[in-house]
């Protein structure tokens, strides 16, 4: 138990990432920090609050004072960085809590690098955490469990560096009913989604707007999160009205964005490929201007399907006609997401995804490796050898170790260069500029030179920054090239964003 502060405490909430991989620009705004900081009371014992994204800027560790309190969100593959962190400031005299997905996991690895830790979710918890801390008698162990959407609260952007961003993030629901083996957004979030208030999205997508924003990420864990068969499938009266009641409330948002958001402000999100089978909700998606989607394809393979508990994706011809019906009903830049090194796979199977997703129509893509990731069913079962994939070892932390392998198990039919050599030909064939080109052509940009130059600095950044582990939330970034990469932001913020209507800085 940590003894109270001496003097009034300031609060510090960091986003970790190793120093050697910094830019001055980042892709996307986190969500986690400036929502704990809406949640942080106004409080006579709290001397200050201070955001940071060690994506975009260093930790300020000279204005660490003893006493003071630090939270630090940690991901799977940001986990390494966090606790180095969270050591040096120990150090100083400060305390950290630790929080965010693999510290829900791990609680007690985590607890050992810090002087608390938060399982779950924090909007409810954090407040208790810092009342404890006040008092001098902070816990060693929180746990905020799911809690309810009355309790999801809009971020505070005004104490971010919001001209460091391309896109912003907004949250519109939580959980996924789906149960995919390599995922572990169901795991933690809940099957049963949970959703946001529209007044609450509403609002923060003006303050957005005032930003200078003019792209918003919903970062959701699927924004199709009622589907028409569950409804009809539903188990009882009382669960289809519910699922029902939740359908409504998606439609009624996406009306919403289109009668009170300004016109050219323009959202992306994360969907399944079930919604190319409701007419209605892809209608409401593009009067929403909801102008594109990460679908996760994952694999080309009924095989791979089976395997990934994906049995709701399909392949083949009924694959490529729901492609081509979301482009044309409902959005039409596509991100699609692809694993190579499921246990299903064969050198066949990586090189007629290559050609596949490079000649579907998507607009962009990402591919990476198949890896455990904690929380996840693949992880439990490759944990108990009761996988194909078989672990090189078996207890092996290797988000702790820096030189740990990109392929962490023996693959039935494959090597690992197969694989790496896989994924590395997938992203240079996919970004090629000659590929680049003709999606230019297919999405009709050649007549809109701005439209064509985004779009070629979207194409070489995710390129430049991503092609080794993904854009996703628990991806690490290595490799970067930081003056093409810092050029390639300058670039991009230049076309994508406008200036502020309002004064937006730090406090």
């Not at 003019?214 to 188990?235: G, K």
């Not at 729901?322 to 699609?336: C, K, N, Q, S």
């Not at 994939?389 to 290797?398: A, V």
Request: hydrophobic share 35%.
């Amino acid at each position: 138990m940590t003894g109270r502060p001496s003097n009034p405490f300031r609060i510090f909430l960091v986003n970790p990432a190793p120093a050697a991989e910094r830019i001055e620009f980042s892709f996307i705004t986190p969500r986690a920090l400036p929502v704990l900081a809406a949640v942080t009371p106004q409080d006579e014992s709290i001397r200050g609050l201070r955001l940071v994204d060690q994506a975009v800027e260093p930790f300020p560790y000279e204005e660490v004072q003893p006493g003071d309190l630090v939270g630090i969100s940690i991901h799977t593959f940001n986990a390494r960085y966090g606790y180095t962190l969270a050591a040096r400031i120990r150090e100083l005299g400060a305390s950290v809590v630790l929080g965010g997905p693999h510290a829900s996991v791990f609680p007690e690895e985590a607890g050992q690098r810090g002087d608390a830790v938060v399982q779950g979710d924090a909007e409810v918890s954090w407040g208790l955490v810092l009342r404890d801390y006040a008092q001098g008698r902070l816990q060693p162990h929180y746990n905020g469990g799911r809690v309810d959407p009355e309790f999801f609260t809009p971020a505070r952007w005004d104490l971010m560096r919001l001209d460091r961003y391309l896109v912003a993030s907004v949250q519109t629901v939580r959980g996924c009913p789906k149960r995919c083996s390599f995922c572990s957004v169901w795991v933690q979030d809940g099957r049963q989604p949970r959703l946001r208030a529209n007044d609450a999205i509403i609002q923060e997508l003006k303050i957005l707007y005032d930003a200078g924003f003019r792209l918003v990420m919903f970062a959701d864990d699927n924004f199709y999160p009622y589907t028409r068969q569950d409804i009809q499938q539903a188990p009882s009266e009382e669960e289809r009205r519910r699922l029902e009641r939740g359908l409504q409330q998606r439609f009624q948002l996406m009306d919403r964005l289109h009668r009170e958001i300004p016109e050219d402000m323009h959202f992306f999100t994360q969907i399944t490929m079930e919604v190319a089978e409701d007419p209605e909700y892809m209608r409401a998606m593009k009067k929403g201007r909801i102008a594109g989607a990460l679908i996760g394809i994952e694999t080309v393979t009924e095989e791979g399907l089976k395997a990934t508990n994906k049995g709701f994706n399909s392949t083949g011809e009924d694959l490529i006609r729901r492609l081509e019906t979301i482009r044309t009903e409902a959005f039409p830049y596509i991100m699609g997401a692809f694993i190579f090194g499921i246990e299903s796979d064969t050198e066949q199977s990586l090189n007629h995804t290559i050609d596949f997703s490079r000649d579907c129509g998507i607009a962009l893509a990402q591919y990476v490796p198949m890896t455990p990731l904690p929380g996840t069913v693949d992880f439990l079962m490759m944990r108990k050898d009761r996988k194909p994939l078989k672990l090189k070892q078996r207890d092996y932390d290797y988000w702790l170790d820096p030189n740990h392998p990109r392929i962490l198990y023996h693959h039935p039919n494959l090597k690992e260069e197969q694989i790496l050599d896989g994924v590395e030909r997938a992203w240079r064939e996919f970004y090629s500029v000659s590929s680049t080109l003709k999606r230019c052509r297919r999405f009709g940009m050649l007549r809109h030179p701005k439209k064509l130059l985004a779009y070629f600095v979207v194409c070489r950044g995710l390129l430049s920054r991503y092609q080794r582990y993904g854009i996703s939330a628990d991806s690490a970034v290595r490799g970067t090239k930081h003056k093409i990469a810092n050029v390639l932001g300058r670039i991009a913020l230049s076309l994508l964003k406008r200036p502020p209507q309002r004064a937006f800085a730090p406090n």
